[in-house]
Each structure stands twice: as structure tokens, then as C-alpha cells.
């Protein structure tokens, strides 16, 4: 069974109208977090509160970039040049990056959001504009990525340390690929059905939609904010990690 885990969320996700009791409810129960860069979610000032936020609680701070899709919340593949996509990640994570230094803190990682962490995790040619722009930020850069894809290679093969990533309420399918949103059982909304897969996590296995039990690496996981009872379900979560004596820890 897994002693050490690291629970991440994405947060910062608001856009002109930011709310700090959403993502200040969850803080206390995760050790990363996932900061929107602008082009799904996050304006400016929001980005500047959820890295004060965060460096408050001692949280570790990622970038969440995205397609520039802000009217789909970046929950839709865009076609874009090789040239396009590394300008958009080097843009989104620089942001990031240096206004997370000017308030003291440190990047930790970067994780792509929504279709674009989903496409990268199947596409070559996706997976490396990602991994080249992070390069050119931080050679050393961490990477939050689904174990054994795409990305998770192509960033190891350019030297990024990966963190193999799964998803605390989203249902697999017997690809370990995530259940596209659009189809009946993509997020698993009962508190005994998440807890379920977590005690999974910890055993290496995940089962899936088709009704398999799969190996599947599980160093970081991940939670969403932006579902009804987030914070009662974190709460749950790290506590239940606890009972089992589950360090939970962003190192």
C-alpha cells in the first residue's frame, strides 16, 4: 500500500468575479495546487489572491495552463500549430511563474487543463509543444501527467521530473484514459463511491467503466473544485488518508 501521497486541486478558476471562500475552504486539506493561467479561467487579480492563498497555507503552487478557450473553460481541443501551442504554454507558465516569484514563492510544477492535459495524454505532437515550452521555462520542471501516456513520456524524454496523476472523481476507461464528460458516469458524485477508488489508488488498482481492475500509478491526486460539496469532499479525503496513515505531502 502507498505511505506517501500528494493531494493537488485546481483552483484560481474564476474570472472576474473572484470568491476566495471556494478555494480557502479546500486549502487546508490538499498539499498542491493548480493556479488557472488566464486562458481557461483566472484573471490577473485572481491569480494574485490564489498564490497568496497558497503560499499562506504552505501549499505547493502549479501552473494550469490551458487552450485559450475561455467561453469552453478549455474543455475543448483546439487545432493548433506546433509554433501556436508552445507560445501558449510559455506565455501562461512564465505568468505564472514570475508573478509567483515577486510574491516570494516558488513554482513547484505545471499541469496542463482540461482537453489539452486530456489530448496530450494520447498525442505525440501535442505532448512535446508542452514539454519544450516547459524546458525553455525550467529544465528541471515537474510535471503533473497521467502515468504511462503521452505526455508522461515525451516529458521524461526531455528531461521533466513526472508525477504520475490520477483522479479522485472521475471514472476510467479500460484504456486508463478519463471518461469524457459528455458521456453518463464521467464524475463519480457519491462521497462512498470516491473513497472507494481512492482506497484503490493506494492499492495500485483502479477499476474502470468497462469493468476491469488495472494497475494504475497514483503519486498525486487530484481533486476539483469546482463540483458541488468540494470542500466536505477534500475534507473526506484527507481524512481518510489519515486513517490510513497516508502521508500526505506535495515533496
Do not use: W
Not at 57 to 78: K, N, T
Amino acid at each position: 500500500m502507498i505511505k506517501k501521497i500528494d493531494l493537488n486541486c485546481d483552483l484560481g478558476e474564476f474570472y472576474g468575479m473572484y470568491d476566495e471562500r471556494r478555494d480557502s475552504k479546500i486549502m487546508p486539506y490538499i498539499s498542491s495546487c493548480n493556479i488557472a493561467c488566464g486562458f481557461h479561467s483566472g484573471d490577473p487579480v485572481t491569480i494574485s489572491k490564489t498564490i497568496e492563498l497558497a503560499l499562506e497555507h504552505e501549499v505547493a503552487i502549479g501552473a494550469h495552463p490551458s487552450y485559450p478557450d475561455l467561453q469552453g473553460f478549455g474543455r475543448r481541443i483546439m487545432n493548433l500549430s506546433t509554433e501556436e501551442l508552445e507560445a501558449c504554454i510559455l506565455y501562461q507558465v512564465s505568468a505564472l511563474k514570475g508573478m509567483t516569484e515577486s510574491l516570494g514563492g516558488k513554482l513547484h510544477h505545471v499541469k496542463p487543463h482540461g482537453a489539452l492535459y486530456n489530448h496530450a495524454a494520447k498525442d505525440e505532437g501535442v505532448a512535446l509543444g508542452i514539454a519544450k515550452a516547459i524546458v525553455q521555462i525550467q529544465k528541471d520542471m515537474m510535471i503533473y501527467a497521467p502515468a504511462e501516456s503521452k505526455l508522461a513520456k515525451v516529458a521524461k524524454d526531455v528531461g521533466l521530473e513526472v508525477r504520475s496523476e490520477v483522479f479522485a472523481d472521475r471514472q476510467y476507461e479500460d484504456d486508463l484514459s478519463l471518461r469524457s464528460r459528455s458521456l453518463d458516469g464521467a464524475v463519480l458524485h457519491e462521497k462512498k463511491s470516491v473513497l472507494k477508488q481512492m482506497a484503490s489508488f493506494l492499492d495500485g488498482v483502479v477499476h474502470t467503466q468497462g469493468g476491469l481492475d488495472l494497475p494504475i500509478t497514483a503519486e498525486t491526486v487530484c481533486l476539483h473544485s469546482d463540483t458541488e460539496g468540494a470542500a466536505e469532499l477534500a475534507k473526506e479525503i484527507h481524512d481518510f488518508l489519515e486513517k490510513h496513515e497516508v502521508e500526505i505531502t506535495s515533496a
